[in-house]
Nanobody, 123 residues
Framework: QVELVESGGGLVQAGGSLRLSCAASGLTVSMYAMGWFRQSPGKEREFVAAISWAGSNTYYANSVKGRFTISRDNVQNTVYLQMNSLSPEDTAVYYC????????????????WGQGTQVTVSS
C-alpha cells in the first residue's frame, strides 16, 4: 500500500522559512517524479514544484521561483520542499504527490497523494 506522509508545516511569520518533508512508503521514489502542490480555501489545487527521478531536473511555479527549493533523497525515500521568504500568499495546505513519469507539472498525472500539511504565514 502506497503512502505519502507530509510533515513540517506550521505557523511562521512573513519572511520566515519552513522545510516540508514527504516520506514515502510502498513505492520507490527513484522511479517517480515527485511534486508539491498547494490549495488555499476557495481555490483550486495548484502546482508548486516538481523534481525528476534522479533529481537532475526541477520545475517551479513562477510564484515560488527563487524562494522554494525541491529536493529528494532516494535513499531515504523522501522529498523535501525548502520554503524561504514566505509571505501570507503562501498560506495553504501543501500536498506531496508521486507520478509514474519522468517530470510532470500536471495535477492529473500524479497517481498518489499525501494527506497534506498546513502552512500558515502571518503578516
Amino acid at each position: 500500500q502506497v503512502e505519502l506522509v507530509e510533515s513540517g508545516g506550521g505557523l511562521v511569520q512573513a519572511g520566515g522559512s519552513l522545510r516540508l518533508s514527504c516520506a514515502a512508503s510502498g513505492l520507490t521514489v527513484s522511479m517517480y517524479a515527485m511534486g508539491w502542490f498547494r490549495q488555499s480555501p476557495g481555490k483550486e489545487r495548484e502546482f508548486v514544484a516538481a523534481i525528476s527521478w534522479a533529481g537532475s531536473n526541477t520545475y517551479y511555479a513562477n510564484s515560488v521561483k527563487g524562494r522554494f527549493t525541491i529536493s529528494r533523497d532516494n535513499v531515504q525515500n523522501t522529498v523535501y520542499l525548502q520554503m524561504n521568504s514566505l509571505s501570507p500568499e503562501d498560506t495553504a495546505v501543501y500536498y506531496c504527490a508521486a507520478a509514474k513519469d519522468y517530470l510532470t507539472l500536471t495535477l492529473a498525472a500524479y497517481d498518489y497523494w499525501g494527506q497534506g500539511t498546513q502552512v500558515t504565514v502571518s503578516s
